[in-house]
Each structure stands twice: as C-alpha cells, then as structure tokens.
C-alpha cells in the first residue's frame, strides 16, 4: 500500500494530465457549442504542455546556468522541454486565432454558433439546390 | 552542396514573404511570385533527388549546431522523392488559373498565394526535417495554412474548416505527446540519434505507447480509414485548386511522417516486435478504408465529393502498404503517393476546368461534356483509367507491387481486397464516362461549352502526360530510387 502511495505521490501530476486531456477531448467531441469545442481544444493542449513541464522538473534542481556546482546534469532542470512547450505555446496561439476567425464568419453568417442548427442548416440548403448553383458566401 | 537540404524550402518561404507585398501592389504578381518559387523549389528537388541517389543522404545543421543538440535538415532519397513530388504539384496548381483555381476573382486582400505557398512550405519542411519537434512545428504550419485555404471556399468550407482544425489539432496533439514519451525515455529529439537510443529498448512500455499516440496523430493527419471522417467535406468544398493541393500533397505529408518515424526512428520497434499489433492495425484499417472509401464514392453525385471518398480509399493503400512493412509493399505505397498525387490533382484540376466553364458539379448533369471539351476529358479519361489500375498507366504499378507484396506474405485477404477495389474504382469511374463520353450533351451550359482556357488544358495535359510516363518507366522510377531506399529501411 505504502509502494502505490509512494507510485501515487510521486507521478500524481501524470494523473491531472490525463484528467485533463479526457476533459479536453470531451470538450471537442462531445459539446454541440463551437466556442466550448475550441476551449476544450485549448485544454486539450494545455495538458499536454503540462506533461512536458513536469517531465523536465528535477527534484532540488535549478535554473540551468552553469556555476560553482559544476555540470552534474541531476542539478539543474531540464531546459528543453520549456523550449519546445514555448513554440508549442505560439503554436496553439496562432491555432485558436484561427479557429477564432472561422467562429466570427460562421457567427455572422448564422447567427448562431450551435454546431448542429449550422450543420442541419447547412444539409437543409444541399436538398435546396442541387449543389449546382453558385455558392453563396459567407 | 551541403545547403542542399534546406535550398526547396527558402524559395517556399520567403517567395509566401513577398507575395503578400507583390499582391497588394497588383493581384497578378502574387501569381507570377509563386509560380517562381515553387519552379525553383522543384529544381532544387529535382537536383536534391539526383545527388543523393547518387552520393547517398546530405545533412545540413541548421544554425551551424550539429546535431544531436542543433537542428538537422537531411536530404535523403525519400525525402527528395516527396518533396520533388510536392514542388510538381505545387508548381502545376499555381500555373493553373486563379478564378478555376479558387473559384474567385484574384481580389485585394485574400492572401490565396502566401497561404498556399506557407502550406507547400510546411509540407517541404516536414519532409526536409531531421528533428521530431522541428517535424511537428512545419506540421502546425501547414495545418494553420490549410485551415485558411479551406475556408476560401465558402460557407460550407468554413464549417468544414473549423471541424478540420478540430480534429486536426487534436492529431498534431497526440503527436506532440507522443514526442514527449520519446523524448524523456531517450533524451535526445535528432531522429538518427534517437533511432539508436531506440535500438536497445524496442519492448519498452513508453516507446509503445509513443508509437500508438504517434501513430493515431499522424493517422489523423492522413486521413486514414475511420479518422477520415474530415477529409470528404474538407476537400469537396473547398475550391478546385485547393482541393487538388490537399489530396494530392497534403494528405500525403501524414503518410511521409508515418513511414519515416515508423521504419527510421522506431524501426526493429516497429517491425521486429509484435507485442503492439501497429503494423496489423494499420493493415486492416487500410484495407476497411479501401472498401469503405470505394462504396461511398460510388454513392456520390457530385463530382469533388466523389473524388474526395476516392482519396480515402486511395490513402487506404498507403496505410496497407506502410503496415505490411516489407521492401516490397514500401514500394507500392511510395509510388502510390507519386501515382495518386498526379491522378487526383489531375481529376481536381478537370473538375476545376468543368467549374469554370459550365458551373455543373453534379454528375448526372454533365452528359455529353465529352465532345465540348475533348482535350480537357482526355486527360481525365486517362486520370481514371489510372485509378483503375489498367497497365500501361501509373496506378496499375502501385497495385501490382501491393498486391505482389500481399501475396508474397500469403495475406490472401489482403489481396483480393486490392483487386476487387478496383473494380469498384471502374464502378464509379464508369458512372461518370456513361454521361461524358456516351451521352449527347442535354444541359444548355453544356451545349454551348468549350474547351477551358489553355492553362488548364496545359495543366491537365502535364498531369497525364506524367501518368502515362510513369507508368512507362516505372521500373526506373523503382529500381533508382524507391528499391534501394526500401531495402534500406527495412534492412
């Protein structure tokens, strides 16, 4: 029992990481509102960021400049992770801006952000026409 | 020539630079911009793919850093091989006219040649890569750019756009992730260096688990059988131009990443361990793709939806070829990529033609085209031969070394899969020559058609003129640079 807690304690950020991700593609899958998909998206990505920090962290380590306690790697954090979660980061900015841009030209074209009205809405115009007539645009 | 690796990229990404300036000078700059760049991009390739069938890989580290700590671009027969691939297209979409391209006038403001350009570049850098992170960051930028070129398509398109990001980024996520478990079981990021790290931990509960999330990510990103579903209203609603972009190159950028990580980076992993049934998974999901991409094709009315579920199946062969894993069914599936990039981006570019001068997307409406616009429904008579997999032409030889590879491991499921699918393919190809060829023209719009503009005719003529070629020297196109590059990974 102790072993489990001791597993528990020590890899229990592990655990939030996947709570996290399970909430995140919950978020996208599952939610009918096109602004909760991208916040479940975005959560999705957090935790994954989450994952890459932790992973780097280095019981009692430091910032890893190079000084009087020498080059010992166990002394100091792994900095590359943060580097990589930094790109990652601007990445899922410039993501989300674009998902964000695509909401605004749905919303004004529907008025709405409801994923299944757009969608029926949307197979409603298909029977319409017969698909042969040019689109309009949004 | 040791800047070989990263010379396709520049003209990529600094022509995407200044085709936003020349555009806002004058609209038709933008065009003459990146027809140069993806010319020169493809001349590098061209030159690239030469030399290192020749010589062997070149590498190049990016800021002077070597690797395993700096970033490396290698330039390597495979690699060569799809970036050649992606300049062609690129190249022949962006010669192709803008209003049948993307279906609008070139207007002030949309960005269409930067964001194609920024997606070709992205697709380069994820083939030129060395680095898994760097593989996932051009990932991202091609994705970015993808978005917006989807949704230059309309309403639709928008909301195909957004569901495509969706999912996308999800993709790119589990791929990231998976990098994560790689990285920390192996410290290193360099694919060489972490394909000997790998070597002695091929059992390893981490790096199976890499493996799955990788390859559920870059699965995702292919549009591979049942994680296609974005792919048929992604590609049938946006513009013509696009679409041919996404299904020719695009999809196959997933596949590239898959075969490289797979064999490269994970090799014995992967093909010498059975403890993961990966490369089983892979296999059957490619083989339920190929039948259910094939039917809903034949259910379709409109001419980009059904090529789209065509895409699907098609991909359905690569995802067959890569999960066999042998030297064999390597090869038809690389030369499947080439083979269906310049079927399908030949069929987008003819229903571009069609959409530009009749508006008909609907199949059943456009009986009799054939004898408006003869040139035009040539070249796409012999696209879908192609398809089909009749002899002399290009898509015949993926499906021969396939099959040749299916029966060779005695997986006779597998091979009566791939040449039934052909059949299949003939139904839906013959449903559309029934009203091209057979029938007399009914539509007032078709009656009075004619041929498309030159460019077009220009573009689709390359396209066929390059299928009937590769079919032709196919055995070159093996024996130089796919054999050898197969027995290499899987030696």
């Known amino acids: 029992m102790t072993a489990l807690l001791e597993l528990f304690l020590a890899r229990y950020i592990y655990l939030f990481v996947l709570v996290l991700l399970a909430i995140g593609l919950y978020g996208v899958l599952a939610k009918t509102d096109l602004v909760k998909k991208v916040i479940g998206l975005t959560i999705f990505s957090t935790a994954i960021y989450l994952f890459f920090i932790e992973g780097s962290l280095q019981e009692g380590g430091t910032a890893p400049v190079i000084d009087e306690r020498g080059s010992d790697p166990a002394l100091y954090v792994d900095p590359l992770p943060h580097l990589l979660i930094l790109t990652a980061i601007v990445v899922g900015v410039g993501v989300v801006g674009v998902a964000l841009a695509l909401l605004v030209r749905l919303y004004r074209t529907h008025g709405t952000l409801d994923e299944d009205v757009i969608a029926a809405r949307l197979a409603g115009r298909e029977v319409a026409d017969d698909g042969d007539t040019p689109e309009d645009r949004g | ?491």
């Not at chain 2, 010319?39 to 690239?48: D, E, K, R, W, Y």
């Open chain 2, 1 to 491: 020539m040791s800047q070989l690796p990263i010379l396709p990229l520049l003209p990529m990404l600094f022509g995407s630079i200044i085709a936003v300036l020349a555009g806002m000078w004058r609209a038709k700059a933008a065009q003459v911009i990146a027809v140069i760049a993806t010319g020169s991009a493809l001349l590098f390739a061209l030159t690239g793919l030469v030399i290192v069938t020749r010589d062997g890989p070149i590498s190049y580290d990016l800021g002077g850093w070597p690797p395993p700590i700096g970033i490396e671009y290698v330039l390597d027969p495979l690699s060569a091989f799809m970036t050649s691939i992606v300049a062609l297209i690129g190249l022949l979409v962006m010669i192709y006219p803008v209003d049948a391209a993307f279906d609008l006038r070139p207007r002030k403001g949309v960005p269409l040649y930067p964001l194609a350009l920024l997606m070709l570049t992205g697709l380069m850098g994820v083939m030129l890569s060395g680095d898994l992170f760097h593989l996932f960051v051009f990932l991202e930028i091609y994705a970015i750019a993808t978005y917006g070129l989807v949704s230059l398509g309309g309403d639709r398109a928008t909301f195909a756009a957004l569901r495509y990001l969706l999912l996308g980024t999800i993709g790119s996520g589990l791929y990231l992730l998976g990098v994560g478990f790689l990285y920390f079981s192996t410290g290193t990021l360099n694919m060489a260096d972490m394909a000997q790290q790998l070597g002695g931990m091929s059992g390893s509960p981490t790096v199976l688990g890499a493996m799955a999330l990788m390859v559920i990510g870059l699965a995702l990103k292919m549009a591979l059988f049942p994680l296609h579903v974005w792919l048929p209203d992604a590609h049938s609603y946006s513009t013509p131009g696009v679409a041919a972009l996404l299904a020719a190159v695009q999809v196959k950028a997933g596949a590239y990443a898959l075969v490289r990580i797979l064999f490269d980076v994970f090799g014995p992993a992967y093909t010498g361990f059975d403890g993961v049934p990966v490369s089983a998974a892979l296999v059957w999901f490619g083989l339920a793709g190929i039948v259910v991409g094939s039917v809903m094709a034949i259910r379709q009315t409109d001419i980009k939806r059904l090529l789209a579920y065509s895409t699907v199946a098609q991909l359905g062969y690569i995802g067959l070829g890569i999960g066999l894993a042998t030297p064999l069914a390597l090869v038809g599936a690389l030369l499947h990529v080439l083979n269906h990039a310049v079927m399908k981006s030949g069929l987008f570019l003819v229903a571009g033609g069609i959409i530009q001068r009749t508006g008909l997307k609907a199949i059943p409406r456009f009986s009799g085209l054939g004898k408006r616009m003869p040139l035009t429904m040539t070249g796409f008579a012999i696209a879908a031969l192609s398809m089909v997999g009749i002899p002399p032409l290009a898509g015949f030889w993926s499906k021969f070394y396939l099959v040749w590879a299916t029966i060779d491991l005695g997986n006779w499921v597998a091979a009566v899969v791939v040449v039934g699918s052909s059949i299949l393919t003939m139904v839906y190809f013959l449903k559309l020559f029934e009203q091209i060829f057979v029938r007399e023209p009914q539509e007032e719009v078709v009656a009075t058609a004619v041929e498309p503009s030159g460019r077009v005719v220009g573009t689709v003529g390359v396209l066929a003129t390059a299928i009937v070629l590769i079919g032709l020297f196919n055995a070159a196109i093996v024996s130089q640079v796919l054999g050898p590059l197969a027995e290499r990974m899987l030696g």
